[in-house]
């Protein structure tokens, strides 16, 4: 089992920043890959980026140059730094942790964007 517990969110103007993070806790040294994972009201739940334990990224082409995911091992947390933040980034944000075909999601971070 991992739990993982995400914070940061919030109000932000447009151009602005915010920094989410996310910690697992549980069966940690399984894990595979993280993401993060938005859904904006009315839509699906959209791939944001990921990293895999090899250090791989991938991003969406909608925040490529903008958002970069990356993770502090000695504090154990992944973070997703978003700049240039724009109205259409306005979602939940979920956490999420790959471990083997297993899925796990955090309870979601609120971004909202709007002056």
């Known amino acids: 089992q991992v739990q993982l517990v995400e914070s940061g969110g919030g109000l932000v103007q447009p151009g602005g920043s915010l920094r989410l993070s996310c910690a697992p806790s549980?069966?940690?040294?399984?894990?595979?890959?993280m993401g993060w994972y938005r859904q904006a009201p009315g839509k699906q739940r959209e791939l944001v980026a990921t990293?895999?334990?090899?250090?791989?990224?991938n991003y969406a082409d909608s925040v490529k140059g903008r958002f970069t995911i990356s993770r502090d091992n000695a504090r154990n947390t992944v973070y997703l730094q978003m700049n240039s933040l724009k109205p259409e980034d306005t979602a939940v944000y979920y956490c999420?942790?790959?471990?083997?075909?297993?899925?796990?999601w955090g309870q979601g971070t609120q971004v909202t964007v709007s002056s």
């Open positions: 990293l895999t334990s090899g250090g791989s990224t």
């Open positions: 549980g069966i940690i040294f399984s894990i595979d890959a």
């Open positions: 999420n942790a790959l471990v083997g075909s297993n899925n796990y």
